[in-house]
């Protein structure tokens, strides 16, 4: 059946006061290697139908939500009505909103028609990506093998590519449809006797716009940094992070960005006589953390697409309200926060939702390189990883570097350091960055199965806190 048939059927289906249907056709590619060769390729395809049912009642509205994978008008129908059950039995919940009308978003009724950029109409199938994805990058990624054969180095990793297409529903009337696609490549070098390691990640939309050659070449002067070894202590260094490992940091703090939490006295986003830091200073730097749905190359979803709630931060009764290019921090000074249709209508201020996306721009034009010359003493850090909440109220984190931390001294990079355990706050370092360069699209290593969509600067950290040292490679 036709997904489209689907959501207008599981719509039909329902018996309860409001429904929302969201439908995801997502197919995916990939090719997996290790040693300087292919070992893997695959395509996979699925479907998943979320049905979300509300009822109202004297105390509120409820909403039974359930997802499964759906291919016949039987299951669909198994599926209404679990969800219509699980509503009956809810009880009312803290989050709900009326569900959003068809003249609440970006777009057309189900009738289609050209509503947004890279999206599509209602009624075309959904899209598809297929391997031919690979097909000039397949053969840049044999030459790299090649050459690091050649190094007696070996290459390890993957590239993978998604699409998926999203069709939204509502027994409102209302019908959004949107397209994304995503990619990634991770690559890990090491020296023939696996001592020495370096990673990059790029994220890709269409395998066209990866330099495998640049990557490649970065990683092999990384394993030659590495041919020195220095041993530090703990201690605070200051500390250059690359863009990747300050997307990381952001992604976490914008996953904590809750109006509700911080009204509440829960985040660190409270103020400390009640109320939000809206509108105070956490960055000495003019610094603009922002999303924008139609941030070129980043482009993600225009309206809302949820499918579990989460508390403060999303809700099933948003589907298909408008996504906005939206300033969190405004030149250093935090601007906004998330905020559910819900809390926005019980504390009197605007939606605020989550964007798929995440952009900090702090007007440096300085490259990763640039930054290196102009350091006297510091560190370099290539990632992060295991990354883990201590105190939710500062927002401190801890975890690990990895693949990589680089002493530099007089503009030079003199080889490589032990790993270190680190204890950082996002939102306290924003006051310590001393340095911002160029803001590019990239990858962060911990958070990538999750949000990939990221353009951030390289920046220097003052007084970065490596709490101890890791014995970890």
Request: net charge negative; proline share 5%; charged share 20%.
């Amino acid at each position: 059946m036709q997904v489209q048939q689907l959501v207008e059927q599981a719509l039909a289906a329902s018996t309860t006061d409001g429904c929302v249907v969201v439908a995801a056709e997502h197919t995916e590619t990939n090719l997996r290697f290790a040693n300087n060769r292919l070992t893997t390729n695959g395509q996979m395809t699925s479907r998943s139908i979320t049905v979300i049912s509300t009822v109202d009642g004297p105390n509120g509205a409820s909403a039974g939500v359930v997802t499964r994978s759906v291919t016949t008008a039987e299951e669909l129908s198994e599926l209404v009505r679990a969800s219509d059950a699980a509503a009956r039995i809810a009880p009312p919940a803290d989050d709900a909103a009326p569900l959003v009308g068809p003249n609440s978003a970006p777009g057309t009724d189900a009738g289609g028609g050209d509503w947004q950029a890279g999206g599509g109409d209602w009624q075309e199938a959904p899209r598809a990506t297929k391997v031919e994805v690979f097909e000039s990058f397949a053969p840049e990624l044999g030459a790299a093998f090649q050459r690091a054969a050649k190094a007696d180095r070996l290459l390890f990793g993957f590239a993978e590519h998604q699409l998926t297409s999203t069709f939204l529903g509502s027994s409102t009337g209302l019908r959004r449809r949107f397209d994304q696609p995503a990619g990634r490549l991770e690559l890990n070098a090491k020296s023939a006797d696996l001592d020495r390691s370096a990673w990059a990640g790029v994220q890709a939309r269409d395998f066209t716009d990866v330099d495998v050659a640049s990557l490649t070449d970065g990683l092999h002067t990384r394993l030659d940094w590495a041919a020195t070894r220095i041993d530090l202590p703990a201690g605070r260094y200051e500390t250059i992070l690359p863009p990747g490992a300050i997307a990381d940091l952001m992604i976490y703090a914008y996953w904590t960005a809750s109006a509700r939490d911080a009204e509440e006295g829960r985040n660190v986003f409270a103020g400390s006589a009640g109320g939000t830091r809206i509108g105070q200073r956490l960055a000495s730097l003019p610094l603009t953390l922002r999303s924008d749905p139609a941030a070129p190359g980043l482009e993600c979803a225009p309206f809302e697409i949820v499918t579990a709630s989460e508390a403060g931060l999303q809700s099933v009764f948003d589907n298909g309200a408008p996504v906005a290019a939206t300033e969190w921090l405004k030149e250093g000074t935090l601007n906004d926060l998330v905020r559910t249709r819900a809390w926005a209508a019980r504390t009197g201020a605007e939606p605020r939702p989550l964007v798929g996306n995440l952009i900090l721009d702090g007007g440096g034009s300085a490259s990763l390189d640039d930054m290196i010359a102009a350091t006297e003493r510091g560190l370099l850090l290539t990632c992060l990883w295991y990354i883990r909440e201590v105190d939710p109220q500062t927002l401190l984190l801890t975890g690990l570097t990895r693949d990589g931390v680089y002493l530099i001294e007089n503009g030079q990079v003199r080889g490589a350091v032990n790993n270190f355990r680190f204890n950082e706050s996002p939102i306290g370092l924003l006051d310590r960055i001393t340095d911002v360069g160029r803001t590019e699209q990239t990858l962060p290593r911990e958070w990538n199965d999750y949000f990939t969509r990221t353009a951030m600067p390289p920046v220097r950290i003052a007084d970065f806190n490596m709490s101890t040292v890791s014995q970890a490679s």
